[in-house]
């Protein structure tokens, strides 16, 4: 599975044969299978439960965006996991020390690609070296003095997160679009998302996709760092269907350069076998050069 669609504009979606199509005054049809994330960004659009169905039986991901364009739902495939309670024993049977040695790791390697974020974004790299720091759970919080100290150079002195404004904006859009695949390969997998390796939020249903994000993020913030002079007001389509089409740039895994979204799959794959036997490392991606994609 490779697409990510957007519908942009009032349409009446469907599924025939396999295939999704999309008629907003032109036909459109793409095979369900090639279809990895489906993206409803209109209000006035509809989709019909037998092609829901369809989409999930898939694997596919179908987030559903507000007034504003940004995220706001999503639809995930929990029926693709046929033992999921012995998943959720696994998830709840972890040893405290464990956890917060595998928090220390993604932890540092959030650092490190911060860091090469902020080298290939042509500013100084000085968050790397804070990786060394981080103890086990990150007891010190050198997460929160690292993003501190790296969303000030990579935006400037007077950027403030979750302000009101469009680098703000573009940032949780990348990042909505990040957690949905998470959550979707999560479920998947027959994993509870809301059981978490460091959060534990009681009104969160995604704290275990809020884990594995964080390597991840560095990935939407080079992207936005190239588009800081852009005028305030709603993210154009152009920008969003690149947010998008994040999921398929390239990042590390190994030595190995594979798409985003299938690195999220390999680290959710590694992480239920670390819950299984938690001796085998889980791989954690390194931040690369964007090669981004853009879908229809």
């Not at 669609?5 to 369900?32: C, T, W």
């Not at 033992?83 to 917060?100: D, E, F, H, N, V």
């Not at 490392?281 to 964007?290: I, M």
Request: net charge neutral; proline share 4%; aromatic share 8%.
């Amino acid at each position: 599975m490779y697409q990510h669609l957007m519908i942009d504009s009032r349409a009446k979606i469907y599924q025939r044969n396999f295939q999704l199509y999309v008629d907003n005054g032109e036909i459109h049809h793409f095979p369900i299978e090639d279809i990895d994330t489906l993206m409803i960004a209109n209000r006035e659009s509809s989709i019909t439960v037998s092609c829901l169905d369809a989409l999930t039986a898939n694997g596919s991901s179908v987030l559903i965006c507000g007034a504003n364009y940004m995220p706001e739902g999503i639809l995930l495939p929990f029926g693709a996991y046929s033992r999921r309670l012995r998943m959720i024993k696994y998830q709840m049977g972890q040893a405290k020390p464990a956890m917060k040695q595998l928090w220390k790791r993604i932890v540092q390697r959030k650092i490190e690609n911060q860091g090469r974020c902020l080298y290939l974004a042509g500013k100084k790299d000085n968050v790397s070296v804070l990786a060394g720091n981080v103890q086990s759970g990150d007891k010190g919080n050198v997460e929160a003095a690292a993003a501190a100290r790296y969303f000030k150079t990579l935006f400037g002195e007077n950027f403030v997160r979750h302000e009101m404004n469009i680098i703000n904006s573009m940032l949780d859009y990348g990042y909505a679009v990040l957690r949905s695949s998470i959550a979707r390969y999560l479920a998947g997998y027959g994993f509870e998302p809301c059981l978490g390796i460091h959060h534990h939020s009681e009104t969160n249903a995604f704290n275990l996709a809020d884990d594995l994000i964080e390597p991840f993020r560095p990935v939407v913030d080079l992207y936005v760092s190239r588009h800081t002079g852009m005028p305030e007001g709603e993210l154009p389509k152009d920008i969003r269907q690149d947010l998008i089409g994040l999921l398929s740039t390239k990042i590390l895994l190994g030595k190995e350069c594979v798409r985003v979204n299938n690195a999220v799959e390999s680290v959710v794959q590694g992480l239920a076998r670390w819950y299984q036997d938690n001796g085998k490392l889980v791989e954690l991606p390194q931040l690369l050069p964007l090669n981004c994609h853009t879908y229809e």
